[in-house]
């Protein structure tokens, strides 16, 4: 066939649907149509569902591109983007852009997907107002991100807390208005949607359900929302996410038969059998669409009939819902509730460890599955669902998931997926079976997971069934695959707040207790949970604990920083960066007397020797000590340093003595264990010198008293502080400090700095509990100054005494 | 010639810890674990040369101190995905002494 023999395809929407027929149809027929796309936006075709990554901060905008423009060439496709349709004229069968181009047709595709639904409010219309469905929205809402801005997100349904979600992450406090009264609630039963909105809520999002918007506030701009009840929520950005519309203007005009969507039959043709539709603008008997499963099937059926296949019909598949913030797992498929008496509930419940699954049956047969916490067997329940299998045999295991239901099954944990049927799907997104996973696997010599994504599509949209894949490829290409440790560590499935929580509530004392009470599945525990237990256990019993040293990183066991070499660094403490004529001479001699080969001054304001081999340690601490000096924890996850400025003793723009209570702060909080490392600053004036807003707590002198900020970082991820309160005196600064202090110690997460525990429980709260909480600020304060009476004994004196001898010899040598 | 060469007694090792031989051959790391198992190595991981006495056990494993890599102490293999290998030394446990077999040296000093 040559090209002037070719129809004509005109392709209206850029889109996930539409991209998807075209690929099909390239793959049927690849020579049959010249094919032309016209799209709204100025972008190729990408992945809409991973818009909420990319606002969320794990994807780019280039990573979610599907097909780049090259792609649109190579195939020889004429694409024109940012160039809208504004009409179609079915009679001369000719379509003609916002541009102005009148482009013939013999056969037309409508791919317009659909709009976000906007409520008739008041302030709709102000900027700082935007949807969730594109590119410029995402990029809107990171603008206002970037700014720190307050948002409020109206719809507590998926997209609604994905918008919410990836907001947080961005570092904006975010506040969601739900008309009803429960999240999810075309998703979730109201326990399994109770379980999110307290996850959620521990995440730092705030939650306003049975909220009703009565209008956007705001004069030139939106300022914040008003709720029908006379509620106010102040935001710069209002997120409005509370449903879809079929985006059918297009068809209408054009006369073609429009309900709420673009009417189809079975082979996805409109009433006018040259224009097909798919995706989320169309109507099949009397279904709109909202999610990308049952498109892709549409896609593959219009193809056919483009390609000639008359016998191809679209049946709607059984759908699933997951939700994409990362940490928290919901499945739900079908029924969510028994209706009537003869269905019956199925129910699993622990609620200290968060989890939920709830199985719908009737007539013994699963016909929904709602599941949070543990979703592992969300897969499994969807394709009985799907079977129509009969499930009297395994009815009263099933609720434990697979690995307990079918005997047969030896695998421990995780996805057994040598059992897995080969008609079983495992991307619903692509809807792609295992036995079509397997069997590219095998006929491509596929070795990695990009390489099955690429060839198979499985795991390329939503990327929830990725572990799957992997392990399907694993087990085809007979590769050991680690399997994914949730919560802590590999050694058990809690969490760090679980963990925290049962120390304290069960009064347990030592490692081996937690580990045997918590039914860890290793006798030791390992490198990553042993650090962290023996911190908690810590922060818990700081008077009765006793510090286990086989259980620290190197750093802290041995009170020195490991180097490259295998050498150790020794920085002995300068309070609030004070030394003196004397302590520089004693430095120098111990640099001479020890040949030590480098010496520093740090970015904390002291002095670093480098090269210290460890058998010399204790006898370079030794001399240290006697000039005055103490360890400057360096190595600690604990408090490292108070930077100062000069302030008001000698600096024309001070306003209070900074370096004073740079040295008092120090002289609190030295010595203590933290979940990581700690550090502050202090500046005599808002010029800043000590860089205090980039620490994780930062004081800046005023004339009227001083600003204490917290959570900031300069390290990987740069982050300013957040504002926490003006006091007026240094009394005050200290119960403040203090009490900010002992509540990040008592409830981060092991290896969590203040800066990102700040972004996950909220500026609001903290603000809740240091400042507005006057009793709990001093309680905190106080149990502070209690562990720090067992904390601040000099690690270097005590080993220059002898503590820990071994450490610093050799048991033998063989020459 | 290889010989076997009582180094020290168990208990001068931590449980869950090291200690370090001095040989011509370079650091031997010997470790204890939590049931009183010991293994020695040389003392240098597969991946940079860290020095794996300073790492943490636990199990049969200790993790490098300086980039995380957990070697088997039985094996002295990297536990994947990283690959590599430091050579062991075979050893002993006898009356709550410690043995290893090692190139005969001149001279043995306990420290
Ligand atoms: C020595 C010093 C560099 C220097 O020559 O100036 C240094 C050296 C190291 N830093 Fe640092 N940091 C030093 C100031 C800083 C600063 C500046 C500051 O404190 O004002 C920062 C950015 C501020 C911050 O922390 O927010 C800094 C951010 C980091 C980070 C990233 C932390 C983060 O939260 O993103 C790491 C990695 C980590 O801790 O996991 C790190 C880790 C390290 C380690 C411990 C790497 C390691 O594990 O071996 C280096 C060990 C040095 C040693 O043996 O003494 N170092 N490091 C500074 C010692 C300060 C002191 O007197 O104690
Ligand atoms: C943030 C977000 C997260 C999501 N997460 C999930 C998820 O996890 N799982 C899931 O299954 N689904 C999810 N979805 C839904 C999924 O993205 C949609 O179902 C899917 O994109 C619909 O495909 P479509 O082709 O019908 O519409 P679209 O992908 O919206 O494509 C329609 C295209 O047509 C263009 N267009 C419209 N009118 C014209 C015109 N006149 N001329 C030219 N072009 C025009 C539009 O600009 C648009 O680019 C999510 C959606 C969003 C917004
Ligand atoms: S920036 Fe810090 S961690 Fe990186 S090389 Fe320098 S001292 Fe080491
Ligand atoms: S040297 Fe051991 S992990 Fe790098």
């Known amino acids: 066939m040559n090209a002037h023999s070719r129809q004509k395809l005109i392709v209206i929407g850029n889109g996930m649907a539409g991209m998807r027929t075209v690929e099909e149809l390239l793959a049927r027929a690849p020579v049959r149509y010249d094919i032309t796309v016209f799209g709204a936006e100025p972008h190729p075709n990408y992945n809409r569902i991973m818009l909420s990554s990319v606002l969320a901060g794990e994807k780019t905008i280039d990573d979610i591109v599907i097909n780049s423009r090259e792609w649109y060439e190579a195939n020889g496709i004429t694409l024109h983007t940012g160039d ?8 001369t069968k ?13 056969a037309l595709l409508l791919s317009t997907g659909s709009k976000p639904l906007m409520p008739p409010l008041p302030g709709l219309e102000l900027p700082g107002v935007v949807a969730f469905r594109d590119i410029a929205d995402t990029d809107a809402m990171l603008e206002a991100a970037a700014k720190k801005q307050r948002a409020v997100v109206i719809g507590g349904g998926l997209l609604g807390l994905e918008a919410a979600w990836g907001l947080k992450r961005r570092g904006m406090p975010v506040a969601l208005v739900h008309l009803m009264p429960t999240l999810m609630e075309r998703q979730l039963d109201v326990e399994a949607a109770k379980l999110l909105q307290k996850d959620l809520t521990e995440r730092g999002l705030h939650f306003f359900t049975s909220g009703q918007t009565e209008e956007i506030m705001g004069a030139d701009r939106a300022e914040g929302i008003k709720l029908t009840d006379g509620r106010e929520i102040p935001a710069e950005l209002v997120v409005v996410a509370i449903g879809i519309r079929p985006n059918v203007d297009l068809a209408k005009a054009a006369g073609l038969e429009v309900n709420r969507g673009i009417v189809v039959g079975d082979d996805m043709a409109t009433s006018d059998p040259s224009i097909y539709a798919v995706g989320e603008c169309v109507e099949h008997r009397g279904q709109i669409f909202g999610l990308v499963a049952p498109l892709w099937e549409q896609a593959k059926v219009c193809a056919a009939r483009m390609a000639g296949d008359d016998q191809a019909i679209y049946v709607t598949p059984a759908l699933s819902t997951r939700l994409k913030i990362t940490g928290i797992d919901v499945f739900s498929a079908g029924q969510l509730v028994a209706q009537d008496e003869a269905d019956e509930e199925l129910v699993y419940r622990d609620s200290a460890r968060g989890i939920y699954k709830k199985l719908v049956l009737r007539a013994d047969k699963v016909v929904g599955a709602v599941m949070y916490g543990d979703v592992e067997d969300g897969a499994w329940y969807f394709q009985l669902m799907r079977d129509k299998a009969d499930i009297a045999a395994i009815r009263d295991r099933m609720i434990f998931g697979q690995v307990y239901a079918d005997v047969s099954c030896k695998g421990k944990g995780g996805i057994d997926v040598a059992a897995m049927a080969d008609d079983v799907q495992v991307c619903g997104c692509n809807g792609v079976s295992k036995g079509a996973i397997v069997t590219a696997i095998k006929a491509k010599g596929l070795t990695s997971l990009d390489e099955v994504k690429a060839h198979t599509k499985a795991g390329s949209s939503c990327g929830q069934c990725a572990s799957v894949v992997q392990a399907i490829l694993a087990h085809t290409t007979g590769e050991v695959v680690e399997a994914k ?8 499935d809690l969490g760090h707040d679980d963990v925290r929580r049962e120390i304290v509530s069960q009064e347990m004392k030592t490692m081996a207790a937690v580990r045997a009470k918590l039914g860890w599945r290793t006798q030791d525990g390992c490198a990553k949970c042993r650090p962290a237990l023996n911190y908690y256990l810590l922060c818990a019993w700081p008077a009765e604990y006793v510090d286990h040293g086989q259980s620290r990183f190197i750093n802290e066991r041995v009170h020195a920083n490991i180097q490259k070499d295998g050498t150790y660094s020794v920085v002995p403490r300068m309070w609030g960066g004070l030394t003196t004529a004397a302590e520089l001479r004693a430095i120098a001699d111990v640099a001479d007397k020890f040949n030590i080969p480098t010496v520093k001054v740090t970015g904390g304001q002291r002095i670093d020797l480098f090269g210290v081999k460890k058998e010399q340690l204790p006898a370079v601490w030794a001399d240290l000590n006697k000039a005055g000096m103490v360890s400057g924890h360096a190595y600690a996850k604990g408090l490292r340093t108070v930077k ?3 302030g008001s003793e000698w600096c024309r723009f001070g306003t209070q003595d900074s370096t004073a209570l740079g040295v008092k702060l120090e002289k609190l909080m030295w010595g203590s264990w933290t979940p990581h490392k700690v550090k502050l600053a202090v500046s005599g004036c808002p010029r800043n010198c000590a860089e205090a807003t980039i620490k994780d707590i930062g004081i800046i002198c005023v004339e009227a008293g001083y600003d204490i900020s917290v959570g900031g970082n300069g390290g990987i991820e740069l982050r300013g502080t957040d504002h926490l309160v003006r006091v007026a005196t240094e009394d005050e600064v200290l119960e403040y400090a203090a009490a ?13 700095r ?19 909480d006057a009793a709990g600020r001093k309680a905190a304060a106080a149990r502070f100054l209690f562990s720090q009476k067992y904390a601040q004994i000099d690690p270097w004196a005590e080993r220059v005494e002898g503590m820990d001898a071994h450490e610093f010899q050799s048991l033998a040598e063989v020459l | 010639m290889q010989t076997w060469i009582k180094i020290g007694l168990l208990s001068d090792i931590p449980r869950l810890g090291s200690r370090t031989i001095e040989t011509e051959q370079g650091q031997v790391a010997v470790f204890r674990t939590s049931d009183d198992e010991v293994f020695a190595m040389f003392n240098r991981c597969p991946h940079k040369g860290g020095p794996l006495s300073e790492g943490i056990v636990s199990g049969r494993v200790v993790a490098c101190p300086l980039h995380n890599w957990v070697i088997d102490l039985a094996t002295g293999e990297a536990t994947a995905p990283d690959k590599g ?7 002993r446990l006898v009356d709550g002494a410690v043995w290893l077999e090692l190139k005969a040296g001149r001279q043995v000093s306990h420290g």
């Not at chain 1, 809208?84 to 009679?91: L, N, S, Y």
């Not at chain 1, 440790?485 to 058990?492: D, I, R, V």
């Not at chain 1, 900010?740 to 969590?752: C, G, N, P, T």
């Open chain 2, 85 to 91: 290998c430091t050579r062991t030394v075979p050893s």
């Open chain 1, 740 to 752: 900010f202090m002992q509540i990040y110690r008592e409830e981060a997460h092991y290896l969590e």
């Open chain 1, 485 to 492: 440790a949730a919560g802590l560590c590999g050694c058990t």
């Open chain 1, 644 to 646: 100062t400025c000069v």
């Open chain 1, 94 to 106: 000719t379509v003609r852009s916002a541009s102005g181009l009148v482009v013939p047709y013999d």
């Open chain 1, 84 to 91: 809208p349709v504004t009409g179609i004229d079915p009679a």
């Open chain 1, 754 to 772: 203040t800066a990102p525990w700040v972004e996950r429980v909220g500026m609001d709260y903290v603000t809740a509990r240091v400042v507005e």
